[in-house]
């Protein structure tokens, strides 16, 4: 049973710092490229940061410079820097399976997600 758990959001004042994880498990991870999104509230998800078939790391306008993406094993994590509250959104973890090429992009397309976890930022 595939499943993606987040943790560490919560609230924090502008300018601070939080750290996500997700940790995945029931499937191989080396198949799998992975990413963090986030939801406005009334918005579709967006995707802040993730990582490609390459290896390499892809991230919205908005995150670059203040947020970086990691992943040891099965655990990828977000460190989020300088947040504001235009920041304030759930936070989800997805899985995009690699296609026979060993490509993969999670902005592109997402096989798993995992439950959320709220950021709130305030003034």
């Known amino acids: 049973q595939v499943q993606l758990v987040e943790y560490g959001g919560g609230s924090v004042q502008s300018g601070g710092s939080l750290r996500l994880s997700c940790v995945a498990s029931?499937?191989?991870?080396?198949?799998?490229?992975m990413a963090w999104f986030r939801q406005f509230p009334g918005k579709e998800r967006e995707g802040v940061a993730g990582?490609?078939?390459?290896?390499s790391t892809i991230y919205a306008e908005s995150a670059k410079g203040r947020f970086t993406i990691s992943r040891l094993s099965n655990t990828l994590s977000l460190k989020m820097d300088i947040l504001q509250p235009g920041d304030t959104a759930m936070y989800y973890c997805a899985a995009a399976r690699r296609r026979s090429s060993g490509t993969c992009n999670p902005f592109i397309y997402a096989n798993y997600w995992g439950q959320g976890t709220q950021v709130t930022v305030s003034l």
């Open positions: 990582t490609l078939g390459d290896g």
């Open positions: 029931g499937f191989s991870y080396g198949g799998y490229c």
